[in-house]
């Protein structure tokens, strides 16, 4: 597992494979200086986050080298990212052939 931090002390665990792509989108995000909210859902409760570029984040990953992307889910959670609604998390698509 691995975590996403947000900011003076906000700290999120996810599964390092879906943590490798929401790192891309949102970076790709935050590299055009687009806010965006992030919302998910774990066994506790809801989460949402308002993501800034002017707020530190860093990614930290148990395992040291990551997963080949899924250029599929990478568009699909791109796709949640550009909407009003903001990210969420969806399945993984299967790999495209």
């Keep these: 597992m691995g975590h996403l931090n947000y900011g003076s002390g906000a700290r999120f665990t996810f599964d390092d494979r879906l943590l ?17 909210v992030f ?13 800034h570029p002017s707020v530190p984040v860093h990614f930290e990953f148990d395992e040291r080298s990551t997963d080949e992307l ?24 299967p790999q495209p052939s």
């Excluded at 919302?39 to 993501?51: A, E, F, G, N, V």
């Excluded at 889910?73 to 399945?91: D, K, P």
């Design 20 to 36: 490798t792509h929401l790192r891309t989108v949102i970076l790709a995000k935050l590299n055009l200086q687009e806010s965006l």
């Design 39 to 51: 919302t998910w859902s774990d066994d506790q409760q809801q989460h949402s986050i308002w993501l």
């Design 70 to 93: 899924n250029p599929a889910w990478i568009e699909q959670l791109l796709a949640f990212a550009n909407s009003q609604g903001g990210l969420r998390l969806v399945e993984e698509p």
